[in-house]
């Protein structure tokens, strides 16, 4: 029947890997690797540029640097986004679809012109102090080397999809050295589904991305984290603080949704990211932290060198300096984001716990909190967890209060929400 054949070639599970594919698969995670080392390039020198720093953290670059020199650079951001913002609106393919959606239902069909042009404005903001995350950038550079492969060699709509996606995993892969979380990430979030046809495609792409992005970055954790026991008190602050995390995760996906949908029309396009990223200027002020994608804090969070006051105002401000960035209209990744947002507010229940239960380690409580919201606001458990385990070192002997923190946040989100941040 007619309806049978064209369903068959756009269903992942029916393509046949033919050397054909393969090869096109091989340069997919190849190229991927080769412009996610080349971005995170670009992003170290903004930052470098904005922030006149050479060595040490970004964090660092930022808090060495005059609140007014933060000012400034957050308004030059601003005004950088703005025009760029102005200028996109003028490309044929501005209106298409995004990349979750691209994959998901326009079959890997991505709006070309005006990705390369956003994934660029992004992690340059980023590098300038955007309160938003730097995988974004290499996810869409990753699908759009994947989606051009894909055009040259006349794939049917079902091998386009497979090799988009492939193209963003490995991105995420590279983006932060986690190529098993890359690879699930493919098939749990983007494919949403798992077979030999899809799973094959998705670890090939994803280990070489990372393995050619070592050429030009780090091979080492992003994170460190010590090896910590597994006690009564963290079992139990797993069981108790994992609905907390799952409703404040459907808080952060409504915001961030909130964020998305609304995006500026006509002048405000230009205006709303100069008054937005000058507001977001000027609370770096007392609040650096505020500043960049929120990595250097997770590291502080897990370190716990966040003074109590500090911990509960960032536990508000961060997530909210995320999405108002995003109202502004201005693309970026919320990978890191959530894991901050995750990491704060589990450090800020895990120093309310140790009142009550002083053996309790609260370095643990911050990696279980990271985990927990970041399985439920992606709503990707398997892949949530796996990059918890690749991103820290020594975190593996956690692995059972963190799947209990997770399975207590995903059943609460579940019960107030069906969106997600993916």
């Given at each position: ?18 050397p054909r ?5 091989v340069?997919?995670?190849?190229g ?6 080349l971005l ?27 609140g ?27 209106g ?16 070309e ?32 080397v994947?989606?051009?492969?894909a ?29 098993f ?7 749990e ?8 046809a ?20 780090p ?11 597994v ?31 609304y995006?500026?029309?006509?002048w ?5 990211p ?10 770096a ?37 995320t ?7 201005v ?16 450090a ?13 380690d ?10 927990a ?21 020594h ?11 997770v ?16």
């Amino acid at each position: 029947m007619p309806g049978v054949e064209e369903a068959t070639p756009t269903d992942p599970n029916h393509l046949v890997l033919g050397p054909r594919i393969w090869l096109l698969v091989v340069l997919t995670g190849a190229g991927a690797g080769l412009t996610s080392g080349l971005l995170m390039k670009l992003l170290r020198l903004a930052q470098h540029l904005s922030f006149h720093y050479q060595q040490g953290s970004f964090l660092a670059g930022v808090e060495g640097v005059s609140g007014l020199h933060r000012v400034i650079v957050l308004v030059c951001a601003g005004v950088l986004a703005g025009l760029v913002l102005l200028a996109v609106r003028r490309i044929r393919d501005h209106g298409g679809p995004g990349l979750n959606e691209a994959i998901r239902d326009h079959a890997g069909e991505l709006p070309e012109r005006s990705m390369t042009v956003k994934a660029i404005l992004s992690i340059l903001v980023v590098g300038m102090g955007a309160a938003i995350g730097r995988e974004a950038s290499l996810k869409e550079a990753g699908g759009l080397v994947g989606k051009k492969l894909a055009d040259l060699a006349r794939l049917t709509p079902a091998q386009r999809k497979l090799l988009v996606a492939c193209g963003v995993g490995a991105g995420m892969a590279a983006a932060y050295n986690v190529p098993f979380g890359g690879a699930l990430f493919t098939l749990e979030v983007l494919l949403e589904t798992v077979s030999v046809a899809t799973a094959l495609p998705a670890f090939t792409t994803s280990f070489l991305a990372t393995a050619v992005s070592w050429l030009m970055l780090p091979n080492e954790p992003t994170y460190q984290f010590p090896e910590l026991r597994v006690t009564g008190p963290l079992l139990l602050w797993a069981l108790v603080a994992g609905p907390i995390l799952g409703l404040a995760s459907v808080v952060f996906v409504r915001g961030i949704h909130w964020g998305k949908e609304y995006k500026p029309q006509g002048w405000m396009v230009f205006a709303l990211p100069v008054a937005i990223f000058a507001a977001l200027g000027l609370l770096a002020i007392p609040f650096p932290q505020l500043l960049g994608n929120g990595k250097n804090v997770v590291q502080l969070a897990f370190d716990v060198k966040l003074g109590v006051s500090l911990l509960c105002w960032l536990v508000v401000l961060r997530p909210l300096a995320t999405m108002f960035v995003l109202r502004a209209g201005v693309p970026g990744g919320l990978f890191t984001p959530t894991m901050t947002f995750g990491a704060l507010l589990g450090a800020a229940l895990g120093q309310a716990w140790s009142t009550a239960f002083p053996a309790a380690d609260k370095r643990g409580c911050a990696l279980l909190g990271t985990g927990a919201v970041l399985a439920s606001c992606t709503q990707a458990p398997v892949s949530s967890v796996v990059f918890i385990l690749e991103l820290t070192d020594h975190a593996s002997p956690l692995i059972v209060p963190l799947l209990i923190a997770v399975c207590g946040a995903m059943l609460t989100f579940r019960q107030f929400e069906t969106k997600s941040t993916s």
